[in-house]
């Protein structure tokens, strides 16, 4: 059932915050986790790479859903990545699906859910929690899809996604942001109501201008897809929501505000005090 748009809080407006790249297969920001502070009615972002494990990503759930009032769910390529479990291999579509059950069980919105509505400051809004994927495209012109891998392997870089992210049943992880970017984009066009905004939460950019890795740009062709470059428009955005990168920031597009909201890994955190808690992106509030 779609959350109410009419504003219950009266003058106790909740607010709206997102975070992403958890990473809590990592100790420290697990234990970092754990100190978050109580944010009563607020809602809570999770825009992907939250754990890498299902149960893992159900404890963070759990943990998350004391101290928010709800939760709004993507998965990341970490989450995607092949598991072992007493059943076997868990990973492709198979993984995806199994992740959204976890989720749905505890009362978590999935890209497979009715799109919520955000009823506080600045609503109402569609919260659109998206499921994209990547195809490579994110690669300069004058690189061919047959040669991407080649191109980023010169300066060394490639993701582990390459032996990790099972695309199964799909025949390449292109063919299922295909199919994916395809259902989105078909759903938006239907249900985003006529005049309304939207806050659209990808773990991956829509667009490739904000890959902002100085260090390893060749690492771009696993970082979305230039089919969603002009959604923002497309779909009214008053925010965009994304991860992935792990440089955090604010980025202006056409007068759309998107937010890069990652926690990241504790040597990137750590040296600069900012953890769980000071990561928290403030998106509306």
């Keep these: 059932m779609r959350l109410q748009v009419a504003n219950e809080y009266g003058d106790c ?17 697990s234990e970092a986790l754990e100190r978050l502070h109580d944010h009563g009615d607020d809602w809570l972002i999770l825009a992907g790479d939250v754990a890498e494990r299902p149960d893992d990503l159900a404890r963070a759930f759990d943990s998350l859903s ?7 769910w993507v998965p990341g390529n970490h989450e995607l ?6 059943d076997g291999p868990l990973g492709g579509e198979a993984k995806y699906r199994a992740l959204v059950d976890i989720a749905r ?16 400051p600045g609503g109402p809004l569609l919260l659109v929690p998206m499921f994209l ?32 992210l099972s695309p199964a049943p799909y025949p ?33 950019p829509l667009r490739a201008d904000l890959v902002t890795l100085r260090r390893i740009p060749r690492f771009s062709p696993w970082c979305g ?9 497309r779909f009214r955005a008053a925010a965009c929501i994304h991860g992935h990168l792990h440089v955090p920031g604010t980025h202006w597009r056409d007068g759309v ?16 005090g900012r953890g769980p808690d000071r990561a928290l992106r403030l998106v509306l509030g």
């Excluded at 004391?66 to 709004?72: A, E, G, S, V």
């Design 257 to 272: 505000r998107f937010e890069e909201v990652s926690l990241g890994y504790p040597r990137q955190w750590q040296p600069h």
């Design 133 to 164: 994927g990547y195809d490579y495209s994110f690669r300069p012109d004058d690189v061919p899809l047959d040669r991407v891998l080649d191109w980023a392997w010169e300066k060394r870089l490639r993701s582990a996604d390459e032996r990790r």
């Design 105 to 120: 069980a505890r009362g978590v919105v999935t890209p497979e859910d009715e799109y919520p509505v955000w009823p506080g």
């Design 13 to 29: 407006a909740p607010r709206l915050w997102a975070i992403s790249d958890l990473h809590l297969s990592l100790s420290a920001n």
């Design 225 to 233: 897809t230039v089919a969603t470059t002009d959604w923002h428009l």
């Design 81 to 86: 990545w092949t598991t072992n479990t007493p």
């Design 66 to 72: 004391r101290r928010f009032k709800h939760l709004i």
């Design 172 to 204: 390449t992880r292109q063919d299922w942001c295909a199919a994916r970017v395809a259902w989105t984009q078909a759903r938006l066009a239907a249900e985003l109501p006529t005049g309304m905004g939207s806050v659209l939460i990808n773990h991956y």
